[in-house]
């Protein structure tokens, strides 16, 4: 499968944006799909994370309230919807994707080494 992640951009702290994370080439239903980021001059961080149905979701304490991720299979796209930025929410932000028929996603499901499949990043960059 491949991903495309889309809709970073330069945001003011307080503001919303919401990212899309468009998938190709097999089915996406089965997959169990994440949101992670990289800031720069550290390493890839896990954002938040959904299951194929998704019913189940789990996300990073540090966004923990602000950020929401969901997924249309109809449109083969997974989001992430952040609100209440912060600059250190600037990063560029990565979907991946495993194939997995979990119904439930936790702490396990946190590891990028785990995700086959990565989009090309988006930049979210917070000004204070």
């Known amino acids: 499968v491949q991903l495309q992640a889309s809709g970073g951009g330069l945001v003011q702290a307080g503001d919303s944006l919401t990212l899309s994370c468009a998938a190709s080439?097999?089915?996406?239903?089965?997959?169990?799909t994440g949101w992670f980021r990289q800031a720069p001059g550290k390493e890839r961080e896990f954002v938040a994370t959904i299951t194929w149905s998704g019913i189940s979701t789990y996300y990073a304490d540090s966004v923990k309230g602000r950020f929401t991720i969901s997924r249309d299979n109809a449109k083969s796209t997974v989001y992430l919807q952040m609100n209440s930025l912060k600059p250190e929410d600037t990063a560029v932000y990565y979907c991946a994707a495993v194939l997995s028929e979990a119904r439930v996603v936790g702490p396990r499901n946190t590891y990028s080494s785990d995700f086959d499949y990565w989009g090309q990043g988006t930049l979210v960059t917070v000004s204070s």
């Open positions: 080439g097999r089915t996406f239903r089965s997959y169990v």
